[in-house]
């Protein structure tokens, strides 16, 4: 019987050997995207189990996503040299929380570490979850889809239309952020596989947390609000609290993967907080069953890669708002990957006995 | 144990419960008798925390429940078995009765181990299916999941709401049996039944309930042998009618 680490240890091979293959063809070029696929696989890896275990949808992950980028490219773009007078400013100096550079023009600049920012992101993003989470998840079906999708139009907005943010240019000559010796999340060639193992890795060690946390008892807790919200209520859950704590939880993946994201690109722009982002999101999940991680792993890299190599061309929105059409109307429980291995195993199976 | 005081509830503006009183004390079976929409379930469920109370008070153990969440009820030592069993389909039989222990500390994981098995010495058959999904049982064996799951808490106070509902005569005496068996072990039990003559044969005490008020209190037996409890819930002139096949048998049922 396959363990339930199984398919984490066929996803780690794929990745190992997606690697190799890209180094033996010389196609080393693919693995940007790749990497940029992890980050967004690792929003909907969130989606997934807020969607599929807790049975809340969200049309704001995008807002999350853009909330997580934006902090970090603000924070550390954000000159601190003519305020080096000042209290916090000076402080931050004194305690080595901010580094100082030249830029491209050689003139002093100074900013926020990127270790402090990225987690002044995580916190924002967290914050604002915790904010609307507590009036939004009150709601059930599609007035809760509203509500998110509410949310994610005034992120998108507010991004548009603050000139500190760059309005519609965005925020861009992100540093890189050092996340351990040798590791540097910054775009280039140089660091294209170490850049793709790390941010693979970070994919692999959400899995992780969420199968784990599926197999406790907060995952039983979180089954059962799914079932019956009632009767778990009756046994003792408190499920509000627990709808909460996982939205929160999504939303602070989402900030994570475009905090990272932003490093790599070394920008980031509006579109990535725009409602097409968070339909694409949804979509993904959908595609690859709601409560099935690695059916929506799969699908996540998929379409992902395809995307940003720019196959659908411009019917880049479309593909996924047809997918999304297309799932809810013929396979509603997303492409019933696990049936599809069963039957091949079983089928496997029949050949080997005669 | 707990005691009910003119407990008011309904839903929106229908109001359902009329004015409600009533109690058990510790170690007694208690049935709550009566006809469908008499609101017996609504009763069960604002106790539980499901229902809001509109007015007057749930006293258990001291504690006014009509101000306590539905979550932490369970965790006063206060559990339902809710109407229709509720069981969670997709989970395995063991998870189901694991979250029943939800409420108790995750220190105490070697007590939760041995109420488990507990439950598993009363269904035993549970035992033998503990990695099935719950939805694969029969009728019978998910109303023992539900009943083992609501053990799971160790409630000080048990209540079930309808166990017999759609199952076989012959498991419902199983399952009274067993209710039976709980009683006699020292159980508080608030039983809610439609099958009045069952609940009855086994309860100490009966309440018959009937548009939002109860109607009659007494001995189980004392109303087991009530002419009126008779005619109204234990079909005792249907019965005779059979038996003696009278000409005006049939107007007669018409009439009642």
Redesign the interface.
Known sequence: MPGRYTPLLILSALVVGLQLATAATGTSYYLTQLTMTAYYTLVVVGLCILMGYAGQISLGHAGFFAIGGYTTAFLTTFNLAPHAQQPVAALLLRTGLAVSSRDLYGAALTTLHPGLAFLCALALAAGVAVLIGIPVLRLKGHYLAMATLGFGLIVYRVVLGTPALGAADGLSDVPAFVLAPGVKITGGAAGRIANYYAAWGLVILGALLVLNLMQSRAGRALAAIHGNESAAQALGINTAAFKLRLFVFSAILAAAAGALLTHYTGGIGPSEAGIMKSVRYVAIVAVGGMANLWGTIGASALLNFLSLRGYFGIYDDAVFGGCLVGMMLFAPQGLRARATFDRLRAWVRGRRRT | MLRIRNLQAGYGKLRVLRGVSLHVRAGELVTIIGANGAGKTTLLHTV???VPAQGGEIEFDGTDLTRV???????HGC??V?EGR?V????SVE?NL???A??RP?RDRAGVRETLESVYRLFPVLRERRRQYAGTLSGGEQQMVAIG?ARM?QPRLLMLDEPSMGLAPLVVKDIFKTLAGLHAAGVTILLVEQNARAALAIADRGYVMETGAILMEGAARDLLNNNDVQRAYLGKDYQSIGERTLPGAETQRQTR
């Open positions: 539980a925390g499901l969440a539905a979550y932490s009820i369970v965790g559990a339902l809710p509720q969670f389909a997709v989970m998870e694991l979250l029943g939800y409420t995750t799951r808490a």
